[in-house]
Structures are given as C-alpha cells and as structure tokens.
C-alpha cells in the first residue's frame, strides 16, 4: 500500500519557474526523502530530511517537513529543460528501517523550454 | 565504482511462465531490497535481503522469492506470472549499519507479461 500521496499529480511550468509539489504521509516517521525518476528508469536520491528536522536546502531544492500535519514539500527554484521527470517522496518507519521505504506515487514534472 | 546493476534491462513473458531478475549492489554494500513499480504508480517494496536471509517483506505473495549470493548479489524469481506483474522491478543496496543507510537504486528490470 502506498504511504505517501504527492500532490499534484502533473506539473507543467517554463523554464525559470519555480516547482512546488507536496506529499502527505500517514503513519510516525523516521526521515522522508525525495527522490527523482527520469523515464521510468532507476530512482536518483535528491535529499533527505530527518523528522526532527523542519527544512533543508541543497542547491536549488528546498524541503519542508510537517510531522503535525504529517506533510512535505519540495520546491525547485529557477527550473530547467532537464528537471522533467517524475519526483516521489518516501518514508521510512521506526519498525521498518530505513531499507523498507513507502513511495507515494509521484508528481510528473513537466519543463517548458 | 559502479553502482548498482540489473539485469536484463527488458523482459517479456508469458502468463503461467516463471521469471528469474538479478542485482548486484555497489560495491561495498551487503543488503539488497527489491521493489515493483507498477505503470504509474511508486514503487512497493516487495523484501530485504542480508547475509543470504530474508529480512523483512512486504505485501507480496509467495510467488514472489529471492536470493542472495555469498558475494551480495541478489535474484527475484516470480512463479506463475500473471498480467498483474507486469512492472518495472527495483533494485536497491546499502551497506548493514544501524541508522539511516541511502538506498542507491539499480536503472531496473521492465517485465512484459502478455
């Protein structure tokens, strides 16, 4: 059963914009991170953020941490041609580990040139 | 160093047939987790393998078994193949430590079953 429900489900913007897509979760957490996937290939690691933890930033990613509302945010700042792809949020639980993650089912990100 | 690798990269079967997938993590890792990512959907974690035992599954039949080698490598076999398993499997490594561990994924197998 998926864990996560990312929020929306498609993404168009243009080059330059900024990308906003949220993720909710429903049971404690250990860490939630988000991944990308380009073309239904493998799954690259964007970031991670701890549930003690509220933001972190890595370079043009800026996520956002919830545990009251059981939620999460990633914005993209200043987007390009090669950020479209599809971007899922998982979580980890205290009584799975952190090997056992739960995906949600992802936000296809479109980029405009 | 490479990372994670699977193999084949396509596969078409047949339903009733039976489907050998193969991983080997990166180098340096001993735990190998498959996933099935369904047309659309996020992947599912389907078990966890370490020092050659199943460690942890998730919701999957037992169609659905694995294997790990002396030296880490992994196999995901699947019996009885039904329209329903035609996915794109994952595999992921991390190295056996408490805490957080990355799990790096391999490109995946795309299985067809007609």
């Known amino acids: 059963s998926q864990q996560g429900e990312e929020d929306p489900q498609a993404l168009s913007i243009q080059e330059g914009e900024n990308a906003t897509m949220n993720c909710s979760y429903k049971?404690?957490?250990?860490?939630l991170q988000w991944y990308r996937q380009n073309s239904g290939r493998g799954l690259v690691h964007l970031i991670l953020?701890?549930?003690?933890?509220r933001e972190k930033h890595s370079g043009r990613l800026r996520v956002t941490l919830d545990t009251s509302k059981k939620s999460s945010s990633l914005l993209i700042t200043a987007s390009r041609a090669a950020d479209t792809a599809s971007y899922f949020c998982?979580?980890?639980?205290?009584?799975?580990?952190?090997?056992?993650?739960?995906f949600g089912k992802g936000t296809k990100l479109t980029v405009n040139p | 160093d490479a990372g994670v690798t699977q193999s084949p990269t396509h596969l078409i079967k047949t339903r009733g047939q039976q489907v050998t997938l193969r991983c080997s993590p990166k180098?340096?890792?001993?735990?190998v987790s498959w996933y099935q990512q369904a047309l659309g959907q996020g992947p599912q974690f389907i078990f966890q393998?370490?020092?050659?035992?199943?460690?942890q599954r998730g919701n999957f039949p037992d169609r659905f078994s694995g294997h790990q080698f002396p030296n880490y490598s992994s196999e995901l076999n699947v019996n009885a193949l039904l329209l329903g398993d035609s996915a794109l499997y994952l595999c992921?490594?991390?190295?056996?430590?408490?805490?957080?561990?990355?799990?790096?994924f391999g490109p995946g197998t795309r299985l067809t079953v007609l």
């Open positions: 049971t404690s957490i250990n860490n």
């Open positions: 953020i701890r549930s003690n933890e």
């Open positions: 992921a490594s991390s190295p056996w430590t408490s805490g957080y561990n990355e799990q790096f």
């Open positions: 393998y370490y020092e050659e035992e199943e460690r």
């Open positions: 180098s340096g890792h001993d735990t």
């Open positions: 998982a979580t980890d639980t205290p009584q799975g580990g952190s090997e056992k993650l739960v």
